[in-house]
Structures are given as C-alpha cells and as structure tokens.
C-alpha cells in the first residue's frame, strides 16, 4: 500500500528524443507527487511536483503526466539533451503528513 | 538563499570508529530527515525530526545509529562501532511543514570504512 513502483531502472536515449519514467502507486490518499533529480555526486534536487486536481504539468521541457484512476504518473523530458543525464526519482506524500514513499529510481543516460 | 549544508562531505574511517555526520538544514524548516543511498540505489529512509523530537526512528538500522537535533537546527547522526555495511552516502533534507510541501536535499556525506 506504501510503495510507489518506478519503472524503467536505466533508460537509453538519443539527445533529441523524448524520455519517459512512470510510477504507479496503491495508496489513493497520496495527493503530492513530486519528481526529483539527482546528478553524481549531488544530492536530489526537485525537479516538478503535481497534485492529482490536475492532470498535467509541464515546465520547460519537462512534464509531469497524472491518470488518477490508473493510479500512476509519468515524466516526460522532451528533446532529451545530455546534460539530463542524471538518476530520477517520484516520490508520493499525503499532504500534511510528514511521510515521503519515494520510487527505486531510474538512470537516464542521453548520448550525444 | 542557503540550501541544506552537510559536513563533512567526505569521511574515510576505519572499521570499528565512531563517525558524526552533521546536517544544518534551510533556516525556518521544521522538518528534517536523514537517509542513507548505497551506491546506485534508491534512498533509504533513516528517521524524522519535527522539531527536535523524532517521532519517526523506525529506519534506523541498529542501535549502533542515532540522531539528535539541537535548537529546532542543527542534527547529527552518530554511527557507533562502523562496519563496513556502513559505507555508503548520508543525505539530510528539510521541509517546511503544513500543506504539499517539497523535501531539499543536501549533497550528503560519502561515507567510506576501511
């Protein structure tokens, strides 16, 4: 009921493309999901977050995907670039509580 | 303004040391957790501050490992006796409570035991 599943656990792509990352969570009382990136070394940084009233959001060339009824939620990096090589996590939270279920994570390598 | 600030950033010690890594969380921020990331791995929930209680140690691993915070601040997490299983990176983030708020991570402490 806790677990927030993140698929896929390394990811290819070609600078140009579109990458995809997708969780899916149990508990229908999460209503915060953010995404978070974080480069070697480096501890992650936030990158996004969505509440489940909308749908998507999108800021820059990353967007944030949500189907509240499948109960799961994607990233999507348009015109993937190298310099977004870098591990992603989603995490889910209940708002104003203190818990954060974050996803395993996923390595985004884009080659040049 | 300043981010999460932990120290040291690096910390080689010899199996069986005690090591304290310390975190200085966002000015203003009640919350604060620490968690631990293996190499390549996700991140592995150690425990919560509201304040300077911990209502939440259920991560901690052993009782060799604990934490305080001081003043609604500063925390450190003290590893006693480190082992090798040890080794690994310690990351503290704070947040403001209330409402959707976002957790800010610091670059943690990488943690290495001979």
């Known amino acids: 009921q806790q677990q927030v599943k993140q698929s896929p656990q390394s990811l290819i792509v070609q600078k140009g493309g579109i990458s995809i990352i997708n969780c899916a969570y149990e508990?229908?009382?999460?209503?915060?999901f953010p995404w978070y990136q974080q480069f070697p070394g480096k501890g992650p940084a936030l990158l996004i977050a969505i509440r489940p009233d909308v749908s998507e959001k999108k800021e820059g060339r990353f967007t944030i995907s949500f189907n509240k009824s499948a109960k799961q939620f994607s990233l999507h990096i348009m015109d993937s670039q190298p310099g977004d090589s870098a591990t992603y996590f989603c995490a889910a939270s209940i708002s104003g509580t203190y818990k954060y279920i974050f996803g395993t994570g996923t390595r985004l390598k884009v080659l040049a | 303004g300043a981010g999460v600030s932990q120290s040291p950033s690096n910390k080689v010690t010899e199996k069986g040391k005690d090591v304290e890594l310390r975190c200085d969380p966002i000015s203003g921020h009640t919350a604060l957790y620490w968690y631990r990331q293996s190499l390549g791995q996700g991140l592995e929930f150690l425990i919560y501050f509201q304040g300077n209680s911990a209502p939440d140690k259920s991560g901690l691993p052993s009782d060799r490992f604990s934490a305080e915070r001081t003043g609604g601040s500063v925390s450190t997490l003290t590893i006693q006796r480190t082992q090798q299983e040890d080794s690994a990176v310690y990351l503290c983030?704070?947040?403001?409570?209330?409402?959707?708020?976002?957790?800010?991570f610091g670059d943690g402490t990488r943690l290495s035991i001979l």
């Open positions: 508990n229908t009382a999460f209503d915060y």
């Open positions: 983030a704070s947040r403001r409570t209330g409402g959707s708020q976002p957790q800010h």
